[in-house]
């Protein structure tokens, strides 16, 4: 398989498949043989994926050799002024900390820290504030602290002795400001000011490397009409990247393409000229857009070759990439479109598909320029036979017979359509191929972005069965260890995922759950127990996963006891030591209860029950303190109130109040507070109206734990109002 292709500059020759050789020497020259002591500052133009960075990487190679000091800072990593300044004298003043010339650089440090103290006070540049807290650190170590200092010198006395000072070193000292276009707009003016402040000192070159079209644009704001004139005062000398030969790029596509598709039976050279006939090689500008492309192409195609033919895939591949509107008609128009007849006196139908294609090509014709035009136009030609009869456009599809295009997966067959949208799905599918690689050797943040990637398309739950099957079988105890307390900082952000008829689906809080508690007990002679839970709920705050986990480890210890636990042996931990990590959690889960804001969260009742473990005697100072509030009681009992399925007839959801509610209240008081607010006639779907409802019909019919649908519920309050 051909590999992914980053989108990162070269930095050896042997990279350079498009030929800078040549002018990485003519810049070098230029850069070596500028013998004037004062600074020089040099704009490299090239519009971006022009390569200006792999330029500037080869470039800094030749003058490494030759010992010259060179300093890259590329803003664009750094967000905010403070952070951008302080990063660029950082590296400034570490390259020059390598110069072995003490007494030199002590005095250098010394102008600096006189520049820190007269910029803290914004006289001269007032866009750069809290200047001497940015430059301090970085000359403390070398002088005497800022407050011992007196400054009677002005800022450009001071620039003067700086320039002094560096005209002893014997060569250049070059700053590369690398992807200046991609600040945004003030950052833009930020570097540029900083540049302008800077630009006299001594035997200093800077290279800014843009589009200078961007910047221009980016200026205006501040520089009205005069953006252009502005940077032609701060740029001494401008050098234009050469654009690439295409042909060039296009070359670099073709190996690619070559290389994936040797010795594939579906290729057909015979459809070359018709794809070039496209204009699809004229798309690919530079080697960005090929990297991009290939990113995409690569590992798509190595999942469905066989399955879909190289040339249509190819298209639809660049449609997907930068014409996502177009890949997105197609789809629409999948019955239409698909099937290979020549219909030659079907004029109706020809019409009907040259007036839909037409139109879409009027909607998105400013949108897009006359070559991106051509090639939508050609592509739909070439796809779809259908498309290219209805407008009269003879292509070359008369070569193949019905069953070689299915054969070779053409998209215009409508088995094969699918093939070309198959990981369009609304879900995130991942390849259960990968399972074994994801778990065993993602790190944590690739792991957690996965997590959290699944939980928004609502696969977590699945893929959890598979972490839990793992930790189970085959990971030894440091990599579940790993995995489980990524899992368990990963709950700070889970959303749940079970709808609430999916009656029978087990919910990832529970899969989190049973996974901690089995690695629990695997390890237990090695793991600690309860050093690992106390460090558990020490850290973060309490949430539904660990509210769970604990309902959970009551019972695993016995305190709550179901029947399951046999003998002690079996034990996660102790009754006693269940009791010392539940008050880790005891305020933090009064605090809970207590707030009116949370009755109506989904989970409530489980915190609640967790609680009347811990300390009874909370809850029943909290439900005495709720029934005096009567606008609070509907709030809080709708908690209590359970669904289900009829699991015979219709599997209708059916709604109950759990038969303990009748532990907690004086269930004929809460009763005659919601009769009290019941209002004729009924609105069954008025706010909590619906769970009043529940209520009242379970208590008048005495039979709290049974089910009722929502028609029942109806029928019940019409004919109560009847009598």
Known sequence: MVSINADKPITKNEEDVLGRKKFVESFYDILTSYKDTDSLTIGLYGKWGSGKTSIINLTTTKLKKQNYTVIHFNPWNFKGQDELIQCFFKEFYNQLNLIDCHKFFAKLSNFFKRIAHILSFGKYMPVISSYATVIAPL??????????????KSLEEIKIKISKALLKLDKKIIIFIDDVDRLS???????????????????????????????????QNSQKQ??????????????????????????????????????????????????????????????????????????????????????????????????????NFILKNQEKFCGVSYYSSDERKKKLIKEIVTKFLNNIQSKYDADELYFIKESLYFLFPKISQSFNVVWGYTTYQYEEMKIRGFICITENFSNYYQFEDEKLSYNKSDIDNIITNYGKDEFTLLLKQLNEHKELSEFLSYISYYIENKLNEKRAGDIVNWLIEFTDTLVPEISEFETFKVDCDRRIVYIITNYMKKYKEKV???????????????????????????????????????????????????????????????????????????????YYYLMK??????????????????????????????????????????????????????????????????????????????????YIMSYEKGCVDDGYTRREIESYFKNRVKR
């Open 613 to 694: 473990y811990i300390d009874n005697n909370v809850c029943k100072e909290l439900t005495n303190r709720v029934l005096k509030e009567e606008v609070d009681v509907l709030d809080f009992i709708k908690n209590f109130c359970g669904y289900g399925q009829h699991l015979t007839g219709n599997g209708e959801k059916t709604y109950r109040y759990y038969k303990s509610l009748q532990e907690e209240f004086d269930m004929e008081k809460v009763y005659n507070i919601l009769i009290k607010g019941l209002k004729y006639p009924i609105d069954i779907n008025a706010g909590l109206n619906f769970y009043r409802l529940v």
């Open 139 to 152: 000359i403390k170590k070398y002088g005497e602290t800022l407050e011992n200092l007196t400054y009677k």
């Open 226 to 327: 005069h953006s252009e004139e502005y940077i032609e005062k701060i740029i001494q000398l401008p050098i234009n990247v050469p654009d690439v030969p295409q042909l060039k790029v296009h070359n670099v596509l073709i190996e690619k393409l070559n290389t994936i598709c040797n010795n594939l039976n579906e290729f057909l050279p015979t459809r070359n000229n018709d794809l070039a006939r496209t204009g699809f090689w004229q798309q690919f500008l530079n080697l960005r857009d090929v990297h991009r492309y290939l990113n995409v192409f690569i590992p798509k195609f190595d999942a469905l070759k066989g399955n879909v033919d190289m040339h249509d895939f190819c298209i639809m591949t660049l449609l997907e990439i930068k014409f996502p509107d177009v890949r």
């Open 185 to 219: 707009d003030i950052e833009i003016c930020q570097i540029f000011q900083l540049v302008k402040l800077l630009a006299d000192f001594s035997n200093v070159i800077y290279v800014l490397a843009m589009d200078k079209d961007v910047v221009v644009s980016a200026l």
């Open 528 to 606: 600690n127990n309860v050093e690992f839970l106390t460090k558990l709920y020490s850290n973060g705050k309490l949430n539904d996963t660990k509210v769970e986990l604990l309902r959970s480890l009551q019972t695993a210890s016995g305190k709550v006891s179901d029947g399951s636990i046999k003998n002690e042996k079996e034990k996660l931990i102790t009754i006693q030591e269940t009791e010392k990590i539940e008050q880790l959690v005891k305020n933090e889960l009064t605090q809970y209860l207590n707030n009116k804001n949370n009755f109506l969260d989904n989970n409530y009742v489980q």
